[in-house]
C-alpha cells in the first residue's frame, strides 16, 4: 500500500497570510494525487485533482503542484472560510490511501 | 445537480450485521465508480471499498476484506455496502462518493454520511 504522510498535523495561520501542506508518498503516485477540505459534520469538499487541476468552483487562491512522491497544496491568501482540516489522497494504486490530515486553525 | 443520499446505519452488536445504502441522482451513475470512506471519531478519512463503473471490479481495504461487500445496482441508481461481522473498530461515520470518471480519480461527489455504531 503507498502511505500518504501529510506535513504538517496542525497550522496556525491568519487571514490573508500564504500557507502551503506537504504530502509525500511512501512510493511515487504519479500525478494522481487529490485534496479535499473538510469541516467539521460535514462530508469533504473537493478541490484539487490531479495534482494540480482546480475543480469547478474552487477559488483561485488554492493550488496544488507535484508529482511523484512529493506533492504541496497552497492557499495563497487565507480567508476566514478556509480553517478547516485538509486532506490528500493518492487513487495511483488499491486502496487508494489518504493522509492523516492537517488542521488549519486561526492564530 | 449530482447528488448522493444516504440511508441505513444505526447501532449494531459486534458480530452483526449492517447495510447502507446510496441513491444517486442527477448524473448518468452507471458511467462512474463509487467507493465508500469512513472516518473513525475524531480521527481522519479511511478509504474503505470501490466498485467500478459496471460493477464487476471491487477493491477493499485489508481492514474489511472479507467482511464487507460493496455492490450497485444500475438499474436503481443505488450504491450498497453490505457490512458483516462487525468489530467496535468499525464505527464511524461512513460516506459514499464518486469518481470524476469512470476511471481512477478523485472523489467529486459525496453522500452526506451516515452513523455506525458497533457496541455491545
Known amino acids: 500500500d503507498i502511505q500518504m504522510t501529510q506535513s504538517p498535523s496542525t497550522l496556525s495561520a491568519s487571514v490573508g497570510d500564504r500557507v502551503t501542506i506537504t504530502c509525500r508518498a511512501s512510493?511515487?503516485?504519479?500525478?494522481?494525487l487529490a485534496w479535499y477540505q473538510q469541516k467539521p459534520g460535514k462530508a469533504p469538499n473537493l478541490l484539487i485533482y490531479?495534482?494540480?487541476s482546480l475543480e469547478s468552483g474552487v477559488p483561485s487562491r488554492f493550488s496544488g503542484s507535484g508529482s511523484g512522491t512529493e506533492f504541496t497544496l497552497t492557499i495563497s491568501s487565507l480567508q476566514p472560510d478556509d480553517f478547516a482540516t485538509y486532506y490528500c489522497?493518492?487513487?495511483?494504486?488499491?486502496?487508494?490511501?489518504f493522509g492523516q490530515g492537517t488542521k488549519l486553525e486561526i492564530k | 445537480q449530482a447528488q448522493l443520499v444516504q440511508s441505513g446505519g444505526g447501532v449494531v452488536q459486534p458480530g452483526g450485521s449492517l447495510r447502507l445504502s446510496c441513491a444517486a441522482s442527477g448524473f448518468t451513475f452507471d458511467n462512474y465508480g463509487v467507493v465508500w470512506v469512513r472516518q473513525a471519531p475524531g480521527k481522519g478519512l479511511e478509504w474503505v471499498a470501490h466498485v467500478s463503473f459496471h460493477g464487476t471490479t471491487k477493491h477493499y481495504a485489508d481492514s474489511v476484506k472479507g467482511r464487507f461487500t460493496i455492490s450497485r445496482d444500475n438499474s436503481k441508481n443505488m450504491l450498497y455496502l453490505q457490512m458483516d461481522s462487525l468489530r467496535a473498530e468499525d464505527t464511524a461515520v461512513y460516506y459514499c462518493?464518486?469518481?470524476?470518471?469512470?476511471?481512477?480519480?478523485?472523489?467529486?461527489?459525496w453522500g452526506q454520511g451516515t452513523t455506525v455504531t458497533v457496541s455491545s
Open positions: 462518493a464518486k469518481q470524476r470518471t469512470a476511471r481512477p480519480n478523485a472523489l467529486d461527489v
Open positions: 512510493q511515487s503516485a504519479g500525478a494522481s
Open positions: 490531479w495534482a494540480s
Open positions: 489522497q493518492q487513487y495511483y494504486t488499491y486502496p487508494y490511501t
